[in-house]
Structures are given as C-alpha cells and as structure tokens.
C-alpha cells in the first residue's frame, strides 16, 4: 500500500505589517520627524501614523513643506464632538509638526494655510502641557473653547479660530 503525499507549496509565510508595508519615502520622512519628539508623540502614538499619514495622502490633506508636516480634515457631515457643532465645511487640524523647531518655518507653513482656508471655522486639540504649541495657536489667532483628553490620562485642550 503507498502512501500519498500531499501537494504541499513551500511558499514563506508572511506577517503582514500593521500600517501598510510600502510606505512611500515621503511617509517614512514625515514618520522620524515626529520621532525627534518623543515628549509629546509616546511610542503608542506611531502605532498607527504610517496609516494615517497615507491616508492623508490619499485624500491630500498632507501638507509636507521644508520640514514642516501639516495634516487635516474636512468634515462633511454635523459632529457634535465637542461642547460645540462641527459643521460641515469645517476644517479640525491633526498634526503640525516642525523638524527644525524655532527656524519660522511651521509659522509659514501655518500662516499661508490659515489664509487659504481664511473663511472656515479652524479647530485643533492639543495637550495642555504642550505650552509653546498653545502659545503658537493664541498668537495665531486660536482661543480655547474646551478640554478634551489623550487617551486616558494626557489632558489637552481644544482651540478654535472663527472664520473671517
């Protein structure tokens, strides 16, 4: 009596690698721009931010400019996610973030961003600790309007700037 092989294929067994695994040279390059600070984004933080950043992308609400890394969203629909609505047009931005802090390039960045979008509500949060990013916001016109938190125990705040 012969006993019968199986036909197995010998192919190498793959993990695939959460956040998508062909990460353009642009993502990687934002990516270890947030890596310089690791006081405000924790290692947690970089579990999902190669998926994120390509998502951003995609949508081309990444702005990447002389070091600088702005990212946003537009909202389509009514949200009430704070003590007040998000309305459709309204534009919440993620991430600001400089590779060179001090050089006046994120201001730039943030200025010609704020003037395009001159006639739409601005919202942001941001940690509470973070003072020299509030101190940026308030002299950029922001004003705070809530608390908000970072997970369980990071306490931050939420800005907005009103439209012109």
Partial sequence: MKTRRKNRSRR???????????????????????????????RGYFRFLTGTLDKHEKNGTLIYRNGV???YTKYKVSVNK???KIKPGDIKINQLVNKNQGNGKAKKVFKAFMKKH?????????RSNNKKAIRFYRKNGFKKVDKTSFGKDMKGIVMVRKAD
């Fill in 82 to 84: 704070y003590k007040f």
């Fill in 12 to 42: 190498k067994k793959t993990r695939k690698v959460r956040g998508g695994g062909n990460k353009s040279k642009k993502v990687k390059d934002i990516v270890k721009i947030f890596q310089q600070y690791p006081d405000i984004f924790p």
């Fill in 118 to 126: 001159r006639k739409t509500n601005l919202i942001l949060d941001v």
């Fill in 69 to 71: 890394v702005l990212t």
